[in-house]
């Protein structure tokens, strides 16, 4: 397995847990109203003051929707970002064809010594 193979899926487990912990979390609409989790109904738990133009149960409930909306969102962004990464992950064509010993490409060879740090891609052959 490559670095980003194993990598890559940790982070966006990471990024679908942060969405999860987001959309279960309750929140106050306005500083009046508090509002239950997104993923449990966002029903409010108490009412707004008589004089308020707040409407608790249609305003938490948008919140809620919104909150659950950018959760969602975050979460097939990672998925999508994740897969785009490990699909198109660039690989030299000396280690495509399995030259690996000629894996450096022409643009690290003309850095010389400069290039050190940067490796062979091909590490997908590489145990770590």
Known sequence: MTRQQKFVPIGVLVVIALSLV?????FN???VVDCEAPLF???P???????SFIKPKEDC???GKSRLLVSATASLLAVAAGAA??????????????DHE??????LAALGDAAA???CQCECHRDW
């Open 29 to 31: 609409f306005a500083n």
């Open 117 to 119: 740090g940067l490796g």
């Open 102 to 107: 000629d894996c450096r490409e022409g643009w």
């Open 41 to 43: 109904g966002a029903s």
């Open 45 to 51: 738990k108490n009412g707004a003051p008589g004089t």
């Open 61 to 63: 409930l948008a919140k």
């Open 22 to 26: 987001w959309s279960v979390i309750p």
């Open 85 to 98: 990464m490990l699909t198109f992950k660039p690989i030299s064509s000396s280690c495509a064809k399995g």
